[in-house]
């Protein structure tokens, strides 16, 4: 008898443990497991979401009182107790909307505006740069800066919490809905907008979970007035949305997963340690690497949000087409591309100005659209070479003669040419130091070594073959993707089913271990 009692003890003690790891697994924040598209854990929170929905979709207030705290509850899975500095910037540009849109001075309105700017740009360059222009002032003073996080102090101060204030953590997706608040602002000063009058549905356009960590960037004028409209998803919308998600998770998981962790990583992470002809494929690797993942995210995020009823904009377009680097700029990132002709390079005078003055326009554009994706001084030169071979190519068709010649092959060659240099450019963007992107750089040129193309090929033949693909399907005709998209569309929903049971089994087959963050997350 004691011997049982001692069991069922047993048992009461590891059911609770179980029941207390189930909760925290569900509802606590983990630093090492946050929320991604590609857990299980999000498609089972999104499945009990949209069962919600289905019952108070049709009320537009408690609808947005619903998506607001949801929003909240998978930033804070996301990235913690981050979502108040959300929450910061969302009742500052809210206010500030409102004071603008009564205020009668001009000067008045200017000043409502620097404050929006400074709150937020201030708390973005507070955690996105302070490293940088700690190490910068060092190096140029000779004196060590010391980095204290003062919010953490604060934290420890009032509440005794015990967290490290030395050290400051990049709270994920604050750059994306930072620019999405300003632009906010900014339209209301312009007299494109009017603020919204309710608060909640402004906090639920700003926290909108499928783009808030890594976008599309989206505009108040584009977003609120679906808060205001009728749910409304036709047979047709819920199978784009259907593909999109599809489409989305074979990019991230299957093509830029594998690649990244079989192959990109590894050369990387030691471009001495391997030849140039390696160091030459990585590079096209992780071209294709950032595109699926990028654009696999926003498929993703466009397909749940569309599940919702919302419709988010495009933010790619087969960028690897561009027949020069401004199409390439329409293409890539859209939405930030946008935003920074918009609400930077227009301001700065844009096209309007002189010759000279536009090429800076460009360049200080550039620089600093560089600087948006990191502090590192590796996305300067990414940013400020962009800019360059952007006044380049304002400036060439004025030096030589124009060629009429609009065939196929001079097509083929404008986008071979700006395909090479953009991947030429990644080089900047993901190596690990600048003295790691030389040191490729001098594998190619230097230590490319023939006689290793055949057995690293067949070493890495799968890996290849899957960049290849990859490459093939992103440069297939619009038409042909328009005609295989359309064709699941008005498939029958059991070869849907059939289709998603494959894919499943399929991601989870090549799915590695260590689930891989996104890498706009950290943006």
């Not at 959300?86 to 409502?112: A, E, V």
């Not at 935003?339 to 309007?352: A, E, F, H, K």
């Amino acid at each position: 008898m004691p011997h049982l009692v001692l069991t069922r003890c047993n048992i009461r003690i590891l059911t609770s443990n179980l029941h207390t790891e189930l909760i925290k697994e569900v509802f606590i924040y983990q630093a090492q497991n946050p929320l991604f598209f590609t857990q299980m854990y999000f498609w089972g929170f999104f499945t009990v979401v949209l069962l919600f929905y289905s019952f108070i979709y049709r009320e537009k207030t408690l609808r947005s009182v619903y998506l607001f705290l949801i929003s909240l509850f998978f930033y804070y899975k996301s990235g913690g107790f981050f979502f108040s500095l959300l929450l910061i910037s969302t009742i500052t540009d809210y206010t500030i909307g409102w004071l603008i849109y009564r205020s009668g001075k001009h000067f008045l309105k200017k000043i409502l505006v620097a404050i929006s700017l400074i709150v937020n740009l201030g708390i973005l360059a507070y955690f996105k740069y302070t490293y940088f222009f700690a190490d910068l002032i060092g190096e140029i003073s000779g004196y060590q800066v010391e980095v204290n996080n003062i919010f953490v102090g604060w934290s420890n101060f009032l509440y005794g919490s015990n967290f490290n204030v030395g050290l400051i953590i990049l709270p994920v997706g604050i750059s994306f809905y930072t620019f999405q608040t300003i632009s906010y602002t900014i339209d209301v000063y312009r007299g494109k907008l009017k603020p919204v009058t309710s608060f909640i549905d402004f906090a639920f356009y700003v926290s909108f979970f499928p783009q808030l960590v890594a976008g599309p960037i989206v505009r108040a004028s584009h977003f609120i007035p679906q808060i205001y409209r009728k749910y409304k998803l036709t047979l047709q919308e819920m199978s784009h949305a259907l593909f999109l998600i599809m489409n989305g998770l074979i990019k991230k998981v299957l093509i830029s997963d594998t690649i990244s962790i079989i192959f990109v990583d590894r050369i990387f992470d030691d471009p001495l340690a391997h030849s140039g002809f390696e160091n030459l494929m990585a590079l096209y690797g992780y071209s294709l690497q950032i595109y699926c993942d990028f654009s696999g995210y926003t498929d993703i995020a466009i397909g749940v949000a569309l599940l919702m009823g919302f419709r988010l904009p495009i933010n790619f377009n087969s960028p690897y087409k561009a027949r020069n680097l401004t199409d390439f700029w329409r293409r890539w990132h859209i939405s930030l591309s946008t935003w920074l002709r918009d609400y930077l390079y227009i301001p700065l005078g844009g096209n309007r100005t002189g010759k000279s003055r536009v090429y800076v326009n460009i360049f200080i554009t550039m620089l600093l659209g560089g600087l948006w994706h990191g502090a590192n001084l590796k996305f300067v030169i990414w940013g400020g070479l962009h800019g360059i071979g952007l006044i380049f190519q304002k400036v060439w068709p004025k030096q030589i003669k124009p060629v009429r010649n609009k065939s196929g092959i001079r097509r083929f060659l404008n986008i071979f040419i700006t395909f090479h240099f953009v991947v030429f450019l990644w080089l900047f963007f993901r190596a690990e130091s600048w003295n790691s992107a030389i040191w490729m750089l001098e594998q190619i040129l230097f230590d490319f070594k023939i006689s290793l193309i055949i057995p690293v090929i067949l070493a890495y033949k799968y890996i290849f073959v899957l960049i290849a693909a990859g490459f093939v399907i992103h440069w297939l005709p619009a038409r042909t993707k328009e005609w295989y998209r359309g064709k699941f569309i008005i498939t029958p929903i059991w070869i849907k089913l059939i289709l998603f049971i494959l894919l499943f089994f399929l991601l989870y087959q090549v799915k590695s271990t260590e689930l891989q963050p996104f890498i706009y997350f950290r943006f």
